[in-house]
């Protein structure tokens, strides 16, 4: 006979707050962030992004007082994107070895050199003319990624990302076979060592609106929902992520994170691998509007959002909240 109320009280274990503490089953922690920061070309630049309050599009010399910054606050992990002064069909203006998330590694390395964990976002969208994530072809009088000519522009992007510094590569196009050709690329380069992140289940999502106006990188027409996942899916996603493991992801990520807290979960339950979740742009975005209007208390409802995807089984979590986590964190 299983025990019930009255004998069972639940609430016997809520009733005070060091209790609560000592029987809390996920408890947030700023090693478990990643800061997304945009740089720019340019000096002593620091645009904030109207849509995304207290994220800047930066140059070089501001994003390394940036994350000196939040280094100090106890977030030690970045993922960078750049916003390239010109771009082009295929998006290659993104291999130079000047490029401008090249010079951004180099400086944040220089500058912080361990003490710093650098993540570079693979994608060509924000170099292409076009804004697709890859160099586009045709078929009957339509335009459409061509998957497997973007294939080698990302493994050489990652490579030379990897030659500039960064720790971790983690790509986020949605291309078949794009860890295989980046794994590769990455061995025959001398980087056997640097892991792959795979954004694995990225879905097409109205969640990336603010995004796209700071990494400047809108589709100039059409969407992405031929290469990012159908948002009603779920066993496809389990799919898409098998297939990253095998063609060797060290760790896989789900995004968005909020709407998507089940694939988080049944991505952990299923591979058991370092699962990342992005807590993206629009969903920092109503956090942020809502609490402007005073109707919500920001602090709180922040918190409660990141502890959820945690919870859900993320191991880490992109965020632009953050610096104000771990400032909130540290004053408990
Ligand atoms: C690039 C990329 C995007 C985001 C991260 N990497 C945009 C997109 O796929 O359209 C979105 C991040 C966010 O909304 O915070 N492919």
């Known amino acids: 006979m299983t025990a019930g109320y009255p004998t069972v009280r639940l609430r016997r274990l809520r009733s005070s707050p060091i209790l609560r503490a000592m029987v809390r089953e996920t408890e947030l922690n700023a090693n478990d962030f990643i800061l997304p920061l945009f740089v720019r070309s340019g000096r002593g630049v620091r645009n904030e992004i109207a849509s995304m309050p207290g994220n800047y599009q930066l140059s070089v010399d501001t994003l390394v007082e940036e994350v000196g910054a939040a280094k100090d606050l106890g977030v030690r992990s970045f993922m960078l994107f750049g916003i390239p002064p010109k771009k082009d069909p295929k998006g290659e203006v993104s291999l130079a070895e000047d490029g401008i998330v090249q010079q951004a590694l180099r400086a944040l390395k220089a500058a912080y050199k361990q003490d710093v964990y650098l993540v570079t976002d693979e994608c060509l969208c924000e170099y292409t003319d076009h804004g697709h994530c890859g160099p586009l072809c045709e078929t009957h009088g339509s335009f459409d990624v061509d998957n497997d000519a973007t294939l080698p522009i990302l493994a050489a992007q990652c490579v030379s990302h990897a030659k500039a510094g960064a720790d971790l590569v983690a790509p986020s196009g949605m291309m078949d076979g ?155």
């Open 178 to 332: 794009m860890v295989q050709a980046i794994r590769s690329g990455l061995d025959a380069a001398g980087f056997p060592n640097v892991p792959i992140l795979s954004y694995a289940a990225k879905y097409a999502s109205g969640f990336y609106g603010p995004f796209r106006d700071a990494a400047e990188s809108p589709p100039s027409f059409g969407d992405r929902s031929t290469y990012q996942m159908d948002p009603a899916n779920s066993d496809e996603a389990m799919r898409e992520v098998a297939l990253d493991v095998q063609e060797g992801a060290d760790m896989v990520m789900v995004k968005p994170a909020l709407s998507y807290l089940d694939i988080i979960r049944r991505t952990k339950e299923t591979f058991a691998l370092p699962t990342a979740a992005y807590n993206v742009s629009g969903e920092f975005a109503m956090v942020k509007a809502a609490a402007r209007n005073g109707w919500i208390d920001e602090r709180r409802v922040t918190l409660e959002i990141l502890t959820s995807i945690k919870r859900a089984g993320a191991d880490m979590i992109l965020t632009y909240h953050a610096k104000d986590a771990a400032r909130w964190l540290k004053q408990g």
